[in-house]
């Protein structure tokens, strides 16, 4: 059946125009202010033409998704105005002719403004002496609502909604132009898109799914006839409520109006008026707090990506248009969260969610910088009644400890600072030293204790006696010997590793720690090597990635595809001008590839693995981890000051893995040597359950040049 009235369908109105010009000049005299605005100016019209151009290009705000990695599950939606845009082809016809009958009876008749009913608003206006009768066509409506939703200021908002006569006037001029751009089935389509049928449900999408739970394109008549009268006043006429007297009355004078019409038979009409409106409600989620109980801990993911989003320019130039371009662009984000890794990382954490230590860990993707996993001991969740009070002794009596309920970036990717990492620091300036042409073999003969001459006589010491003695990059990263450390660090300069380590991804967010990494002090921060600026497992773990990588570093990334709301994937343009997809790695060589392969071969002796090159020199800080992942790994300890935190960085060729064990809430609060194996199992039982069942890859031997 067609969607226009049988009683009108194709008939011709030569006299339509005349008819436009006499329901104007009544518009006029019905709103006098016309007479001192004008509405021939030449001005008015370009900007209405201009204005024209813009609603013909114009589209709501539609809903953002994000799905988990395979493409089809959601797992949340972000969304100021639910709504999915839907083609006139997926609607049932009966909404169509439903939103004709209730609206504009004679739309497919006029040609965006109705004299008939321009005058019969004048007249009953008139009788009433206010306003009882609009005159607003559904083309009219339409450009009220795309005025709305393309509006870029509060003014603009205003001026498109306020109960004005020269609003009206406006809409009018703007309508009859609009229809010679866009045909009535385009109208049609984008009206019953932009409309707000209640429950936070904009467009027919929401509104079907909310209501009903349906699609529009299953609607029956009595579902189309109750969404259609919605329109008029959505809380009015709410079927939502306990009593539908009212909703159940405008429902069946649509109904009635659709026979009127020709849409339904007078006994399709009267079946349908006897049926009680039956509803299937639901509630779509919106933003990180309502990711489903099943995906609990994929909060702390979603949280990490809208963190991402909002620092990207590619969705704007500050954070508050980025954020509005994740709640209103309709994109369709697919995590790069690796499920089988994201499962072996929640199992393999040490601490339960009833601690004040927060236990983590992430996992990185050498050579894309895919974020793989992230878990941290605890609940997702924004409510923290039952926590207890915080452990740190400044807090106030009514602050509450972030465990077991949080929804604060423990892992990083926010705002927080993370987590002092200890000896994990010693990469980077071995990693700048052999960059810069020293080989493996640079030895010296460390000291329990070592006093600088370069850093002010600062006098470090080793945690044991044994460390001391002759030391090579192998044999000092094994044991962790800060005296060989420092003095390597002497010879390259501070500021060698500093930087590396920026170029690695990693940001200063204390005050103390911007104070060192400037360039007055830079070159007196001799205690970096050490581990006392804070990091988060996010920036180590991707910083570790990039040596997996034979140097070539990744930015961190979230997703692994990002999709406007016509399919395409979302791109921006470089600053030298070239386009690419926001979703693809981002990668620079930061060092060589050889200073890559022998600082790994240095990192193998920590972990209890064998350097291709070089000897460990008899023992390590973590020997087990070799024999857990059961494959070649290297990686790093780190504890700092009576072992407050403790970390363990490792990786393989395919995956790089960070995690920690601190208090967030007070670093004083000492974990202690007994939890300090925490991370070191973590990360090595991760990697052992990731790659299970995958080809045991090799690490690149380092060159003769480079060993020494």
Same mark, same amino acid.
Request: glycine share 8%; hydrophobic share 40%.
């Given at each position: #059946? ?10 011709? $109105? ?9 329901? /104007?000049?009544?518009?006029? !005299?019905?709103?006098?202010? !016309? ?22 290009? +114009? ?42 009958? +209730? ?9 965006? =403004? ?5 005058? %019969? &608003? ?12 609009? @005159? ?20 603009? !908002? ?10 009206? /006037? ?17 109208? $049609? ?5 932009? @409309? ?7 467009? /027919? ?45 405008? %429902? ?16 399709? &009409? ?20 309502? !990711? ?20 990207? *320019? ?18 369709? $984000? ?40 992230? &878990? ?22 009514? =602050? ?72 090579? #990059? ?47 002090? =830079?070159?007196?921060?001799? &205690? ?12 180590? +773990?991707?910083?570790? @990635? ?38 693809? *790695? ?18 193998r002796c920590p972990t209890g693995d064998t350097p291709a090159r070089g000897s460990c020199g008899g023992w390590s800080t973590a020997d087990s981890v070799r024999g857990t992942v059961g494959r070649p790994v290297a990686g790093k300890t780190g504890t700092t000051d009576s072992t407050r935190s403790a970390w363990f960085v490792g990786y393989t060729p395919e995956l790089a893995a960070a995690s920690f064990i601190s208090d967030p809430d007070n670093p004083f609060n000492a974990v202690g040597d007994g939890q300090s194996q925490i ?8 990697? %052992? ?16 040049? $480079?060993?020494?």
């Open positions: #059946m067609s969607n226009r009235p049988l009683a009108t369908a194709g008939r011709a $109105i030569p006299l339509l125009r005349a008819g436009l010009i006499a329901g /104007i000049v009544i518009a006029a !005299v019905a709103y006098p202010v !016309v007479a001192f605005t004008g509405l021939g100016a030449k001005a008015t019209a370009h900007a209405t033409e201009h204005k024209t151009r813009l609603l013909t290009k +114009a589209l709501p705000a539609e809903t953002s998704y994000l799905y988990l990695p395979d493409g089809k599950t959601v797992l949340t939606m972000f969304y100021e105005e639910y709504r999915q845009y839907t083609k006139l082809s997926d609607m049932s016809p009966h909404i169509q002719q439903a939103i004709v009958a +209730a609206e504009d009876s004679r739309f497919y008749q006029h040609h965006g =403004v109705d004299p008939k009913g321009v005058v %019969r &608003a004048f007249v009953a206006n008139a009788r009433s002496s206010g306003v009882s009768q609009g @005159a607003s066509t559904l083309t009219m409506q339409y450009v009220r609502m795309a005025l709305r939703d393309s509006a870029t200021t509060p003014k603009e !908002v205003q001026e498109a909604t306020q109960q004005t006569s020269l609003r009206k /006037i406006k809409e009018m001029r703007l309508a009859l132009d609009l229809e010679k751009e866009l045909s009535k089935e385009e109208i $049609i389509e984008r009206y019953l898109n932009s @409309a707000y049928f209640g429950h936070r449900a904009y467009g /027919i999408y929401a509104a079907s799914e909310i209501f009903f739970s349906k699609t529009p394109k299953d609607l029956t008549p009595v579902e189309a006839a109750t969404l259609a009268g919605l329109v008029k006043s959505p809380s009015q006429y709410d079927p939502a409520t306990s009593d539908q007297k009212d909703a159940t009355a405008r %429902r069946n004078y649509v109904l009635d109006r659709m026979t009127q019409l020709g849409y339904l038979s007078p006994d399709a &009409a009267a079946s349908a008026k006897a049926e009680p409106i039956r509803l299937k409600l639901t509630d779509p989620p919106n933003d990180c707090a309502a !990711v489903p109980k099943k995906y609990n801990s994929w909060g702390f993911i979603c949280d990490y990506l809208k963190n991402w989003w909002s620092a990207q *320019p590619a969705f704007g130039a500050n954070r508050l248009e980025r954020m509005d371009k994740l709640r209103r662009g309709g994109y369709r $984000i697919v995590l790069g969260i690796d499920p089988k890794i994201q499962e072996a990382a929640e199992k393999n954490l040490g601490a339960g969610t009833g601690s004040p230590f927060a236990n983590g860990i992430v996992v990185s993707e050498p050579g894309t910088g895919r974020v793989k996993a992230m &878990a941290v001991n605890r609940t997702y969740s924004l409510d923290l009644n039952e926590n207890p009070q915080s452990s740190n002794p400044e807090a106030g009596p009514n =602050v509450k400890a972030n465990y077991p309920n949080t929804v604060a970036p423990l892992l990083g990717g926010g705002d927080l600072p993370g987590y002092q990492a200890g000896s994990t620091f010693k990469m980077f300036p071995m990693l700048a030293a052999l960059n810069a042409g020293m080989p493996l073999s640079t030895s010296f003969n460390a000291p329990y204790r070592y006093q600088s001459k370069v850093f002010d006589g600062w006098a470090p010491s080793n945690a044991s006696g044994a460390m001391s003695g002759l030391q090579t #990059m192998w044999s000092g990263f094994g044991k962790s010997v800060n005296t060989y450390f420092v003095w390597l660090e002497e010879q390259i300069g501070a500021e060698a590793g500093v930087r590396l380590a920026e170029q690695l991804g990693l940001r200063w967010r204390t005050d103390v720690d911007r104070d060192q990494a400037s360039p007055e002090k =830079v070159k007196k921060w001799g &205690a970096f090597t050490l581990g006392v600026s804070d990091a988060t497992p996010l920036e180590m +773990a991707n910083a570790y @990635a990039a040596i997996a990588a034979d140097g070539r570093y990744c930015e961190a990334m979230p997703v692994q595809a990002i999709y406007n709301r016509d399919g395409t994937p979302t791109t921006y343009t470089t600053a030298s001008g070239i386009t690419r997809e926001v979703a693809k *790695p981002r990668c620079r060589q930061v060092v060589s590839a050889d200073a890559a392969r022998a600082a790994t071969d240095a990192a991370p070191i199992s973590a990360v090595a039982e991760t990697l %052992r359950d990731a790659l299970k069942g995958k080809p045991t890859r090799q690490f690149t031997p380092p060159s003769d040049a $480079i060993v020494g």
